[in-house]
């Protein structure tokens, strides 16, 4: 699966040391420049601009190519990435900002952020969910607590699931 990545899922996965889920979740991940300059910026987190100075192999970096006026209301990060997204027919955006997100889904892509990855990654048996969302949390990342728990029951869910088909 092509997948092309906003920088905010990619700064937490690395901050919560999740971004290893990403190369056996999906077969490439690509983003653009301008969220290969976000990574970078001085006020990132010293981990993720660490981790974008020596990108993993998996990683592959491309430039938009293009403008789109109509997205201008966003930062150019999620602009670069609707537009590769679009250009690379990939099938799926990660992305957690809002306006971003409704952006994309309103030109008919699929989309899902940090959390989406994370749960993911645990149906998948790659990682412990809440483990993975204790680390977030301790971040400064946002999530509604009624979203938190309902990943956290969907995860009791299928583990209790599994349990009973052994």
Do not use: C
């Not at 987190?45 to 789109?68: F, H």
């Not at 997204?85 to 994309?104: K, N, T, Y």
């Amino acid at each position: 699966m092509l997948v092309v990545a906003d920088a905010s899922p990619l700064h937490y996965l690395v901050l919560i040391e999740a971004d290893g889920t990403l190369p056996a979740l999906f077969d490439r991940l690509v983003i653009p420049q301008a969220v290969a300059g976000e990574l970078q910026h001085p006020r990132t987190p010293p981990a993720v601009r660490a981790w974008m100075a020596a990108p993993p192999v998996w990683l592959d970096i491309r430039d938009a190519g293009r403008t789109d006026a109509t997205l201008a209301h966003l930062d150019l990060g999620e602009q670069e990435a609707i537009l590769l997204m679009l250009d690379l027919h990939a099938e799926l955006l990660l992305m957690d900002e809002w306006e971003g997100r409704r952006e994309a889904v309103r030109r008919g892509l699929t989309v899902t952020g940090t959390l989406g990855v994370l749960e993911r990654a645990a149906v998948r048996g790659l990682a412990d969910l809440p483990t993975l969302l204790t680390r977030l949390q301790a971040t400064n990342f946002y999530a509604p607590a009624g979203l938190i728990r309902d990943l956290l029951a969907r995860d009791a869910a299928r583990k209790r699931q599994g349990e009973g088909s052994r």
